[in-house]
């Protein structure tokens, strides 16, 4: 079984990652989140060895600049973070896609792939949307606001509910007005979600038909 353990981390870490930033006492590093995703991303893909490689090539860079960020203050290194955990995610995106579209049949395992590949979807549109937070703060929210590490922190969470929100069609009801571009933005995620489940109910139900029709005959 490879999915169920990311499936787990990355319910608990939507779940945990508010909680510590609201109680400031228990509230930890971003970088620890980041690590114990990629540990649990390469642990789903263990067997693939190079997507492994670049799986930690992409989460050493990517956990060491947050980290780094999160110590000097610099978000020009969160930046490059970012942006190599979105290709990561473009990468566990593109290997999960193909997995389940060359299935023949429904395993438990796969399922619940599937549905750690709806997830990262929304994560990988949180790095794109936070990306260009990063390089323009009025890029997705009207009032950025004063942009530090520390904020920018409490941010990401933010980011993360409007990309989730989007990807769910459930709408986001954020205090900050967002941009055009975002609102556009969150209309192409919105298709890909709903586009991603309708193939994925299809598949699902033509392994059902299939194993219908094996024991007729």
Known sequence: MRYPPLLIVMFLTMLLKPFT???????????VFLLIAFLAIIYAFRGTLRLAICLRFLGAISVTLRFAADHWT?????????ASSLIAMILVIAA???EVLRARSASSDLVIGAVCL?????????????SLYLLAPGSIFVSPGSLTVTASESKFT??????????TTI?????QPLTSMARQLAVVESAMGQL????????????????DTKERF
Not at 118 to 130: C, D, E, K, N, S
């Open 21 to 31: 930033q609201h109680f400031g006492s228990f509230d930890l590093p971003g970088g």
């Open 74 to 82: 610099l978000t020009n290194l969160e930046l490059v973070s970012q």
């Open 96 to 98: 999960i896609l193909s």
């Open 118 to 130: 709806y997830l990262v979807i929304g994560l990988a549109w949180t790095f794109l949307y936070y």
């Open 158 to 167: 933010e980011v993360m509910y409007f990309s989730l929100s989007a990807l």
């Open 171 to 175: 709408g986001s009801s954020g205090e």
């Open 196 to 211: 991603y489940l309708a193939v994925l109910i299809s598949r699902l139900v033509g392994f059902s038909a299939a194993s």
